[in-house]
């Protein structure tokens, strides 16, 4: 029954206008508007579908939420920041200036950094190709 399903994924906001904003304004995502009591969604590539929806009591993610990966984490990350994002910087990693871990030159994984949305939910970028579609 679920293998044929279009499933998508989902996280909470507390303000989905705000949201919307970021998404669009900053990260340049088309996104939707469900028409289901400030139901949004992120339409992404390859048809992939992610819902944001508005909560009361929201609590950001511990984890990283969505992950974008990029061919040029670099230039990826410059737009960002000159869009006025923000990188995130961890204690324990070993990240540049730019706020970018550098795992592939380290041997334990791909390059990437992080950032949050309005919501405090936490996204990623990182080197490489997307995954090729199941």
């Not at 293998?3 to 900053?26: C, H, I, L, M, N």
């Not at 670099?74 to 000159?82: F, K, P, Q, S």
């Not at 992080?114 to 996204?123: A, H, R, V």
């Amino acid at each position: 029954m679920l293998q044929t399903s279009p499933a998508f994924s989902g996280f909470s906001t507390p303000d989905t206008a705000v949201a919307r904003a970021f998404y669009e304004g900053k990260l340049g995502l088309k996104v939707v508007d469900e028409g289901m009591g400030g139901l949004i969604s992120l339409r992404l590539v390859n048809g992939t579908r992610v819902l944001i929806y508005p909560k009361r009591d929201h609590v950001p993610a511990t984890y990283t939420i969505l992950n974008f990966p990029v061919g040029d984490i670099d230039a990826a990350v410059d737009e960002l920041a000159a869009a006025g994002v923000e990188m995130l910087k961890y204690d324990g990693l070993h990240q540049d200036e730019k706020g970018i871990m550098r795992g592939r030159a380290a041997g334990y994984g791909p390059d990437q950094a992080w950032f949050t949305d309005p919501g405090g939910n936490i996204l990623s970028v990182l080197a490489g190709d997307p995954p090729p579609e199941a």
